[in-house]
């Protein structure tokens, strides 16, 4: 599998034992940084790997930050994007089974490493069940594209309460 791996100061040693993990199970790592504890600006990393995953580029993703918050509020800002924030294996498994997510995130700095290299296998292993579940992900596809269409500005006057 191709996974485009992604992470900010406050993910980046985990990040390093995640790849390790990915390429020891024999995946096809893109890592789009960060390299150290430097600080930067997680919307950078999370926006590089889920543009990567939405334009088949890699098949998921997974993105680390000090919690996990931000980089899943980045990623899904990107049409096609289901990113999911996961804190065990129960919401590492149904992330994937009921909800299909493209792109894990977790927290570094809330995340021990062994149970984050447990959440990435199974993650990893778990696939979409589909029936019931298929018909929701689809609504989110249509409001996604709904959204797409709709201009700012008659976007705004539908929340201000306007025509």
């Not at 985990?14 to 390790?20: H, M, P, Y």
């Not at 980045?74 to 065990?88: F, Q, S, T, W």
């Not at 493209?102 to 021990?112: C, P, S």
Request: negative net charge.
């Amino acid at each position: 599998m191709r996974i485009a791996l992604g992470a900010d100061h406050g993910g980046w040693k985990l990040k390093e034992a995640i790849k390790g993990l990915l390429q020891d199970l024999g995946h096809q790592v893109r890592d789009f940084g960060t390299w150290d504890d430097t600080s930067v600006d997680y919307p950078d990393f999370g926006a590089a790997v889920a543009s990567a995953v939405a334009e088949q580029e890699a098949d998921r993703g997974i993105l680390i930050c000090g919690t996990g918050i931000g980089m899943c509020m980045v990623a899904n800002k990107r049409p096609g994007i289901r990113a999911a924030l996961c804190h065990e294996l129960y919401t590492a498994r149904l992330s994937r089974e009921h909800n299909d997510a493209n792109i894990l995130v977790l927290g570094g700095r809330v995340t021990g490493t062994g149970l984050a290299l447990e959440m990435v296998k199974v993650w990893l292993d778990t696939h979409f069940q589909g029936g019931r579940h298929s018909g929701r992900l689809e609504r989110m596809r249509e409001w996604e594209e709904e959204f797409r269409k709709r201009p700012m500005v008659e976007s705004q006057q539908s929340l201000d309460g306007g025509p």
